[in-house]
């Protein structure tokens, strides 16, 4: 299936399915995920997308038919736009379709079938530049609201590629100013109420050193092959160097060049939050615009390619080199039929890198399994239920909507949620990200959110029975967890329960509501420390060990905390 495992499937296929589900265009809030979570919480992943919003009218159609069609309707569009624009500035039609085979084979387009909304972005943003030099400005306002229904986080740094380009062209940008400010506010329905749940989140974001964003990084990974940046071959580096021989070209060659050397510029396109590369994939139409026109003007310049060939000093950017090197020396020689034969460069690399990387069927029918629908469309669902099958990929997944659930997946979650269930109740971290909050057979998360439910293919789990079951797949229950609304007297205060410490926090606000203000209530937390127990067990990951504790208690009705640190022998 022409999709990713983790981000496809737990995030792009399960929401935009829920979101069919509701039949709501924009809802406040969506009461399956997150314990009931604002629904601006999920815009990033398609609310008001097209291809989203036509699936609303085929409900029996699967979503990922909707998903995957028009992810490659878009990629393979990108393509012809390139094409087509390059065609309209004048190229040869054997330059503008070498460079269009460039743009499509780019290794970005990795992106289509995982996290696609990184790439959907970009035929609007060929489609605006065709509108620049056709004089058609106005049309532009529908080109930035279609950007930030794709993608509203890159749609800033798309905008100043815009007015880079419009200046670059026709050494002016006052006349596409007010359709961009158009399109902005045509938008404003999406973008306003999640900037404003963003501000609002204080969502922590990686520190940056701003000494560091100065340091050249020679690595090259936002231009060639990685997937998390434009990922093209060597030849665009060569052309960007090329293109400071010509007038025409050489201030945009300069910049460009810059911007692929120094974080200050990812830096500044990601809106100053961090200095990832994979926003310079916006700066893909321009390294295309002068690889074009270097093959065009078919002028070498040997010394630029000597300083541009200093930059490749990677296994990967070395071999890159040689290969370009070779098609440079022939078709500078006249032997134009080169072209299309370094294009099978792209394409090789473009295959190979993202061989074996599709949605494997079996998992896909896992995740929208008939057997789960029936367990709970066929069971009264009081309150919360939790699928504790494959924990990471049914994050977001919703069988019926009378199924609610604590677990999330998105960018934008909820900080303090996210605080409450991995800092303070402690549920295991399951996934690399954190911002995953998956559910776990921790008893406190399971009792605290209300989850009355369990999915799971063990019929084994403290406090819970079996009530049902099909095929494979059981579902528990357990009445005694708290409900999702209720009174109680029994406070203690946030500044005394700040002062507590793991683990005796836990109890402590199992027992107690912890409120903002003085509270006459107290509570002295039960936790005890078991001691006499090897305090030194190693456990090689390698190998299958097993371990067995003694513990010289009746543990009937209590709760054993077992704390232990992990170290990542990756790293």
């Known amino acids: ?29 969506f009461a399956n995920l997150q314990g009931q979570a604002n629904a601006f919480s999920f815009s990033y992943y398609g609310l008001l997308r097209p291809d989203v919003l036509v699936s609303y ?98 749609t800033p740094g798309m905008i100043l590629i815009l ?56 690595t090259l990974k936002g231009l060639v092959y990685d997937s998390y940046g434009c990922g093209l071959t060597v030849i665009s580096w060569i052309a960007l160097f090329q293109g400071i021989q010509f007038e025409k070209t050489r201030k945009l060659s300069i910049l460009l060049i810059l911007m692929f050397v120094f974080p200050m510029f990812s830096y500044i396109l990601n809106g100053t939050l961090y200095a990832r590369t994979k926003i310079l994939v916006l700066c893909l139409p321009l390294v295309l615009m002068i690889l074009s026109y270097w093959l065009q003007e078919r002028k070498l310049n040997k010394g630029l390619l000597v300083l541009a060939s200093l930059f490749l000093c990677t296994k990967t950017t070395l071999l890159g080199l040689l290969i370009s090197l070779a098609f440079i020396g022939y078709y500078f020689m006249d032997k134009k039929e080169c072209l299309m034969t370094y294009a099978l460069v792209p394409m090789i690399v473009f295959t190979g890198l993202n061989y074996n990387q599709c949605l494997d069927l079996k998992l896909y029918n896992s995740m929208y399994s008939k057997d ?22 049914s994050v977001n997944h919703i069988y019926d909507l009378k199924e609610m659930k604590a677990s999330s997946y998105t960018s934008t979650s909820n900080s303090l949620y996210n605080t409450f269930i991995y800092d303070i109740i402690k549920s295991p971290i399951s996934q690399s990200n954190r911002t995953i909050i998956t ?133």
């Open 372 to 393: 789960k629908q029936k367990l709970m469309q066929r069971n009264d669902l009081n309150q919360r239920t939790a699928d504790l099958d494959q924990v990471g990929y």
């Open 439 to 571: 559910d776990s057979e921790n008893y406190l998360y399971l009792s605290m959110m209300g989850i009355q439910n369990v999915l799971s293919k063990d019929s084994n789990l403290y406090g819970y029975k079996e009530v049902d079951s099909k095929g494979k797949y059981k579902l528990l229950k357990n009445k005694n967890v708290f409900p999702m609304v209720y009174v109680t007297s029994d406070t203690l205060s946030e500044s005394e329960f700040d002062k507590l410490f793991y683990p005796y926090n836990l109890d402590t606000i199992y027992n107690r509501t912890i409120v903002n203000g003085e509270t006459s209530n107290d509570y002295a937390s039960k936790m005890k420390l078991i001691k006499n127990l090897d305090q030194s067990i190693l456990i090689q990951n390698k190998k299958k060990t097993k371990k067995i504790i003694p513990i010289d208690f009746d543990a009937k009705n209590k709760l054993i905390c077992i704390d232990f640190d992990i170290k990542n022998w990756l790293n």
């Open 163 to 218: 007015l880079l380009y419009d200046y670059d062209q026709n050494h002016m940008i006052k006349d596409i100013l007010i359709p961009i400010l158009i399109g902005i506010g045509m938008a404003t329905i999406l973008w306003l109420p999640t900037g404003y749940l963003i501000l609002n989140n204080h969502k922590s974001v990686v520190q940056t050193n701003l000494f560091n964003l100065l340091i050249p990084n020679v």
């Open 1 to 29: 299936m022409y999709g990713s495992k983790l981000d496809w499937l737990s995030q792009h296929i399960s929401l935009a399915d829920y979101f069919r589900q509701t039949q709501q265009l924009l809802p406040d809030s």
């Open 57 to 154: 009218l085929f409900p029996n159609i699967p979503i990922h038919f909707f998903i995957i069609g028009y992810a490659t309707l878009l990629w393979s569009s990108t393509g012809g736009l390139c094409y087509y624009w390059l065609r309209n500035k004048g190229y040869k039609d054997t330059v503008s379709f070498f460079s269009s085979v460039c743009c499509i084979c780019a290794n970005c387009f990795f992106q289509s079938h995982q996290q696609i909304m990184f790439v959907e972005i970009l035929p609007f943003l060929f489609l605006s530049f065709i509108l620049i030099d056709k004089n058609k400005r106005q049309w532009i306002s529908l080109c930035v609201v279609m950007a930030l229904f794709h993608n509203y986080f890159y």
